[in-house]
């Protein structure tokens, strides 16, 4: 390859790793959450992750239902999702 090849592709930028977990473990839900993950929930934290996961995933659907409906463009779709992470990671509900 040439030189100027080499450079551009090592140039490129990479993409972030999408990362999981909680942006705030001092959230108004995040001792709530915790506990009863670790004390009441048949399973324990793994079992009630896989809940959550699922809660998570019905969540989605359900924006993406509501921009469907209304004819919203895929991007909003797109910007409603992370912001409904972005808001459940500052409340502490991804502790």
Excluded: D, Y
Excluded at 19 to 35: D, E, H, L, R
Excluded at 44 to 64: A, D
Aim: glycine share 10%; aromatic share 10%; hydrophobic share 40%.
């Amino acid at each position: 390859r040439p030189a100027a090849a080499r450079r551009t592709a090592a140039a490129a930028p990479r993409r972030q790793a999408a990362t999981m977990g909680n942006a705030n473990p001092n959230g108004i839900f995040a001792w709530p959450v915790k506990t009863i993950a670790e004390k009441f929930w048949p399973g324990g934290r793994r079992e009630f992750n896989k809940f959550r996961g699922k809660v998570i995933s019905e969540h989605s659907n359900v924006i993406g239902k509501f921009c469907s409906t209304f004819g919203a463009e895929p991007k909003l779709r797109q910007k409603l999702i992370k912001k409904a992470k972005m808001v459940g990671g500052e409340l502490g509900f991804l502790a």
